[in-house]
Structures are given as C-alpha cells and as structure tokens.
C-alpha cells in the first residue's frame, strides 16, 4: 500500500527501531508514536533516531499519570495478580499505551497500526484487541507474523546484524541480548540466555533494585499508607514525617525506596494466553509494596464470604487483564463488582520495609467507617458477646456429615510412615 500512513507503536529500541526501517522499505509513510508511560528513555535521543531511520513524524506521548491513576491505582484496588506472582506491570500499561496509538491514529487519519511484538507472546493480542475496542475499523500490521519478514529475521540476532548493517543504533549487543521492558511500575526482562529457565539470571541484569543480600540497608523502614475504597491515598515515612499524596509521586517514592532494599524482584516461568510457557524477570518495587498493605487492609476489612467472592473476581480480572481483555464488557463487569467490595476498604496499614522483603505490621479502620474487627469479641480476656457455649453445636452440626461418613465406610485410616 505504497504512500499510507502507519501509525508504529516505538519503544527506540532493536525490534521497532529495524521494523520501522523495514516499513519505509515497504513504502509506506511511519509515524512513529512514543509513550512515556515512566520508562527512563531519552526521548529525544530516541526521536532523533526515528526521524535519522526515515519516520515522518515522531509523536511523544506523556501518559505516565494517566497510567498510574487510570491503570496502576485500579489494579492495586482489585488486588490483581497473575499466578500468584506477577504484578501485570506489562499488561497493564498496554492498554493505557494503545489509547495513545489510537488518539494519534485519528489525528494523523491513519489507518494502520503497527507493533513490534512477537508472534509467540502476549503483547500482539493485548495491542490489537484494545485497537479493535477503540478504533474496530483499524488494519493491523504485526511484522512477527509477516512471512517475509519472518523469513528475513528469525530472532534478535538477526535484528542486530540489520541494525549494524544499516546504520541504526541499538542498546542490545549479542553479549547480552535479553529484551526489556520498562514502565513506571515495572521493569521485565526475557530473551536470550533467560529462555533457559535453569540458566540464573546475573547480577547486573537489575535495574531497578539492589542486592537485597548484599547492598540493601541493615535498618528497616516504616510506612503508613492509606487508602480510600482500596485506592492508596497518601503513604508517610515514618523515619522523617515525609508525607506523598499525588499518585504519581507515591510510586515514585516507593520504587525509590522498595528498590533501595531490593524489593519486588521475582524469576518466574508463567502460562502465556497464547498457550506457551515463558520465563521472565520482573522488578516492581513499589507495586509490591502496595500491594501488600492493600491485601492487609482488605481481609481486615471485608466480611469473610465478600472477600471470598471478591478473590475471585479478581482472578477473573487478572486474567483479562493479562489476557488483554481491559477494553471488554466483561472486565468493565467485574471491575464495578469489585469496586462495590472495596468501599469497605478504607483506612492506613503499617508496613516494614527489610532487605528483600515488604510485611503489614499494623493496621487500623478510617474514622468514617465502620470496623468489622471487635477487639472485645476477639479478646482471649473476656467472653463480650460471644458465648462459648454455643461452640459445642456449631462443631456437632459441622460434625454430622464427617461420622456419616465413618458409619458408612468406617473410620478414617491413620497413614503409616515409612521406615
């Protein structure tokens, strides 16, 4: 389509710098759209490379605060968390991303979209359906599934010889030739000598956080940090009296700080949507710290059967999510169901900042709502309103289904242990 207009989705980088080269050598006109979503990116350097390559325009796009309030802060308030582990930083700024792209699109009147994602993994799907949910008449262009292209390049090696050869300026070297992706709530690293899940990763692959073992401070730390229906409002250091409140100076603070004590690093093998199995690196410091407050506060404040409930829509969140699913009437769903839960959760947590390692120590309601919590009730001290009692028919009514059982199929064999 000689002379159309491709909006390119540019991170500067190996992969989208030698496929906007491969556009132009396609004949089309590349407007490359860069979004500041946190990245430490010289954006001008990054610009200047693209406008070097061939792009016609390059339009850089500061979402960083729109990301944490319209993405981060709704993540933290559903307590989302793919396979136990993984904080979504990746996931989660796509679709903030992909507004940028299409706002660019409409005022550029471009037609096409293009990414550098691979063919094997998630970002392809999550760019393109959050497209579709914006802007469904749009075409796509995904070079990694483009037969040409993949006969050209089969992996990063190859990008870096087409990188040398015409002249484009990339980080990545053959020595270390892992890909990263950086935001202001995560940095991930895969790729290269990390596709081997048994290889460790070094040492100086870290960017975000130190040696918790080795370079992190002997003292802890506390914070107390609030929250308003499960959004965190405000987090004090207790050590100086220093108080944050803007979304975005908060996680800038906690990513300074939990990094400074090697919080947040995880090295994980996780179920891609597309059905592979993939390993990653992932760094998220302040994200893992509030995260843990938040989970604190919840069970503390939800009635048990919500909170229940609530786990579980946030596990189907999760994974729409991760799935790139955030633009879809389900997720739009879910994300009213868990917020109904979270008015409940308002109040501050006290967490501990130690080598590796964030923990709740203390917690307390806001003064404007209720508390489930009953310090008499719970009280080992007195009886209050709890009637021990009435135990004994709680347990035999519990028990009646376990010695139907034994009277059916006799008692329950004691295993032994081997010698």
């Given at each position: 389509?000689?002379?159309?207009?491709?909006?390119?989705?540019?991170?500067?980088?190996l992969?989208?710098?030698?496929?906007l080269?491969?556009?132009l050598?396609?004949?089309?006109?590349?407007?490359?759209?860069?979004?500041?979503?946190?990245?430490?990116?010289d954006?001008?350097?990054?610009?200047?490379?693209?406008?070097?390559?061939?792009a016609?325009?390059?339009?850089?796009?500061?979402?960083?605060?729109?990301?944490?309030?319209?993405?981060?802060?709704?993540?933290?308030?559903?307590?989302?968390?793919?396979?136990?582990?993984?904080?979504?930083?990746?996931?989660?700024?796509?679709?903030?991303?992909?507004?940028?792209?299409?706002?660019?699109?409409?005022?550029?009147?471009?037609?096409?979209l293009?990414?550098?994602?691979?063919?094997?993994?998630?970002?392809?799907?999550?760019?393109?359906?959050?497209?579709?949910?914006?802007?469904?008449?749009?075409?796509?262009?995904?070079?990694?599934?483009?037969?040409?292209?993949?006969?050209?390049?089969?992996?990063?090696?190859?990008?870096?010889?087409?990188?040398?050869?015409?002249?484009?300026?990339?980080?990545?070297?053959?020595?270390?030739?892992?890909?990263?992706?950086?935001?202001?709530?995560?940095?991930?690293?895969?790729?290269?000598?990390?596709?081997?899940?048994?290889?460790?990763?070094?040492s100086?692959?870290?960017?975000?956080?130190?040696?918790?073992?080795?370079?992190?401070?002997?003292?802890?730390?506390?914070?107390?940090?609030?929250?308003?229906?499960?959004?965190?409002?405000?987090v004090?250091?207790?050590?100086?009296?220093?108080?944050?409140?803007?979304?975005?100076?908060?996680?800038?603070?906690?990513?300074?700080?939990?990094?400074?004590?090697?919080?947040?690093?995880?090295?994980?093998?996780?179920?891609?949507?597309?059905?592979?199995?993939?390993?990653?690196?992932y760094?998220?410091?302040?994200?893992?710290?509030?995260?843990?407050?938040?989970?604190?506060?919840?069970?503390?404040?939800?009635?048990?059967?919500?909170?229940?409930?609530?786990?579980?829509?946030?596990?189907?969140?999760?994974?729409?999510?991760?799935?790139?699913?955030?633009?879809?009437?389900?997720?739009?769903?879910?994300?009213?169901?868990?917020?109904?839960?979270?008015?409940?959760?308002?109040?501050?947590?006290?967490?501990?900042?130690?080598?590796?390692?964030?923990?709740?120590?203390?917690?307390?309601?806001?003064?404007?709502?209720?508390?489930?919590?009953?310090?008499?009730?719970?009280?080992?001290?007195?009886?209050?309103?709890?009637?021990?009692?009435?135990?004994?028919?709680?347990?035999?009514?519990?028990?009646?289904?376990?010695?139907?059982?034994?009277?059916?199929?006799?008692?329950?064999?004691?295993?032994?242990?081997?010698?």
């Open positions: 389509m000689t002379g159309e207009t491709v909006i390119l989705a540019y991170s500067g980088g992969d989208t710098s030698c496929i080269k491969w556009l050598d396609q004949k089309y006109e590349v407007i490359c759209v860069l979004a500041d979503v946190g990245q430490k990116e954006f001008v350097a990054a610009e200047k490379k693209a406008l070097k390559i061939g016609k325009k390059v339009i850089v796009s500061d979402v960083k605060r729109s990301f944490v309030e319209d993405y981060i802060w709704p993540a933290v308030q559903m307590g989302l968390v793919y396979e136990e582990r993984y904080l979504l930083g990746t996931s989660l700024a796509r679709p903030c991303i992909s507004v940028a792209l299409m706002e660019a699109a409409r005022q550029c009147g471009a037609k096409y293009a990414h550098g994602a691979t063919g094997k993994g998630n970002d392809q799907v999550r760019f393109e359906l959050c497209a579709y949910a914006l802007q469904p008449d749009l075409k796509i262009i995904a070079p990694w599934r483009n037969e040409e292209f993949c006969r050209r390049f089969q992996g990063r090696q190859d990008l870096i010889a087409y990188a040398q050869e015409h002249g484009i300026e990339v980080s990545a070297k053959p020595a270390t030739p892992w890909s990263t992706d950086a935001n202001i709530l995560h940095i991930s690293y895969e790729s290269g000598i990390l596709e081997d899940p048994n290889t460790v990763a070094p100086s692959l870290y960017e975000l956080t130190v040696d918790p073992l080795t370079q992190a401070p002997s003292q802890p730390t506390r914070l107390t940090i609030e929250f308003r229906k499960g959004l965190p409002t405000s004090k250091n207790l050590s100086n009296g220093q108080v944050f409140i803007q979304p975005l100076e908060i996680l800038n603070f906690l990513n300074e700080l939990g990094g400074s004590y090697g919080i947040g690093r995880i090295d994980i093998v996780e179920n891609r949507y597309v059905g592979l199995k993939s390993r990653g690196v760094e998220t410091p302040g994200g893992n710290i509030l995260f843990t407050a938040h989970q604190d506060l919840e069970v503390f404040a939800l009635d048990r059967e919500v909170l229940r409930t609530k786990q579980i829509l946030r596990d189907r969140m999760t994974d729409y999510v991760y799935n790139g699913f955030w633009f879809s009437p389900e997720a739009i769903y879910v994300r009213k169901c868990i917020e109904l839960a979270e008015e409940k959760v308002s109040g501050q947590v006290t967490v501990e900042l130690a080598p590796g390692y964030c923990r709740a120590i203390a917690r307390k309601a806001a003064e404007n709502v209720g508390a489930l919590y009953n310090e008499e009730l719970v009280s080992m001290d007195v009886h209050g309103d709890y009637v021990p009692q009435d135990a004994g028919g709680f347990i035999a009514i519990n028990a009646v289904r376990i010695r139907e059982h034994v009277r059916a199929f006799g008692p329950y064999k004691i295993p032994k242990r081997s010698q």
